[in-house]
T-cell receptor, first 115, second 112 residues
């Protein structure tokens, strides 16, 4: 158990809908990272937050947004969902200072299925 | 275009063998290179490398970075069936706002 929790474990929804994925980092970790993993694209970095502020951005679609709250938990919002958004979404956290990721601890992931 | 290329894509070895996995990269403003192991679940962080020529070691796994030739290798000695996994390499790069690019991974199968 990495200490990172993600909810829900599974999510099934329809095209056009909006969903919110939630992540609680390990106690004391200030950085939260979101990743998307699909069969055809592999693991892709979406976005990083450090102590409430956006610090790094990958190939995150405009339909997706994220935020990190004062209690350091983070939410990833996916809207106008398409079939291609079906994937496993991981959250990871790390401690230390600054934006460069050092040792990261991954949550178990949320499997999103868009029908 | 920024990219990270891993080779080989897959590898089958027998227990006790030593393997070397490769990761080459072309990015702007390199900051660090990371290795992960992924079995049937979430990735597990292995190493972060920022300096050339300094080997990082953890048990039977070791890794080194060459910033001049733009590559890294991950070595696994005396492989065990539990080493069977996908090994992912990623490069953190960029200026004030960074980005992390992953390679496609090397699928390692260790046979008894």
């Amino acid at each position: 158990d990495s200490g990172v929790t993600q909810t829900p474990k599974h999510l099934i929804t329809a095209t056009g809908q909006r969903v919110t994925l939630r992540c609680s980092p390990r106690s004391g970790d200030l950085s939260v990272y979101w990743y998307q993993q699909s069969l055809d694209q592999g693991l892709q970095f979406l976005i990083q937050y450090y102590n409430g502020e956006e610090r790094a951005k990958g190939n995150i679609l405009e339909r997706f947004s994220a935020q990190q709250f004062p209690d350091l938990h983070s939410e990833l919002n996916l809207s106008s969902l398409e079939l291609g958004d079906s994937a496993l979404y991981f959250c990871a956290s790390s401690g230390g200072l600054g934006a460069v990721p050092n040792e990261q601890f991954f949550g178990p992931g949320t499997r999103l299925t868009v029908l | 275009e920024d990219k990270v290329v891993q080779s080989p894509l897959s590898l089958v070895v027998h227990e006790g063998d030593t393997v070397t996995l490769n990761c080459s990269y072309e990015v702007t403003n390199f900051r660090s290179l990371l290795w992960y192991k992924q079995e049937k679940k979430a990735p597990t962080f292995l190493f972060m490398l920022t300096s050339s020529g300094i080997e990082k070691k953890s048990g039977r796994l070791s890794s080194i970075l060459d910033k001049k030739e733009l590559f890294s290798i991950l070595n696994i000695t005396a492989t065990q069936t539990g080493d069977s996994a996908i090994y992912l390499c990623a490069v953190w790069h960029g200026g004030s706002q960074g980005n992390l690019i992953f390679g496609k991974g090397t699928k390692l199968s260790v046979k008894p």
